[in-house]
Nanobody, 127 residues
Framework: QVQLVESGGGLVQAGGSLRLSCAAS????????MGWFHQAPGKEREFVAA????????YYADSVKGRFAISRDNAKNTVYLQMNSLKPEDTAVYYC????????????????????WGQGTQVTVSS
């Protein structure tokens, strides 16, 4: 079992920045890829970014490329999502998720393929 806890969400004006963190505990001795997803009211959960176990491979949704950056510190069992140039359409609940086996692009962009999820953190961007 892996427990994931997100933090760092909040209210920010358009053009501002936030850094989300996702702390993992439990089965952290195994290698796992991590992903960030967001879900706005009335919409499906959507892929935002993902990172491989060693951090050498990252993927981003087209809507956040050049604005968001995913990173991880395995010594701290923590994954980060630096969000810059935020837009009102980025407003959503942001979730982190862990995937243990099968970490290619087609897997990591699919929310249904992840093994564990955090509870989410709200990000609100005002115009």
């Amino acid at each position: 079992q892996v427990q994931l806890v997100e933090s760092g969400g909040g209210l920010v004006q358009a053009g501002g920045s936030l850094r989300l963190s996702c702390a993992a505990s439990g089965r952290t001795s195994s290698s796992y890829a991590m992903g960030w997803f967001h879900q706005a009211p009335g919409k499906e959960r959507e892929f935002v970014a993902a990172i491989s176990w060693r951090g050498g491979t990252t993927y981003y949704a087209d809507s956040v490329k050049g604005r968001f950056a995913i990173s991880r510190d395995n010594a701290k069992n923590t994954v980060y999502l630096q969000m810059n140039s935020l837009k009102p359409e980025d407003t959503a609940v942001y979730y982190c998720a862990a995937k243990f086996v099968g970490t290619n692009y087609d897997v990591l962009v699919n929310a249904r393929r992840y093994d564990y999820w955090g509870q989410g953190t709200q990000v609100t961007v005002s115009s």
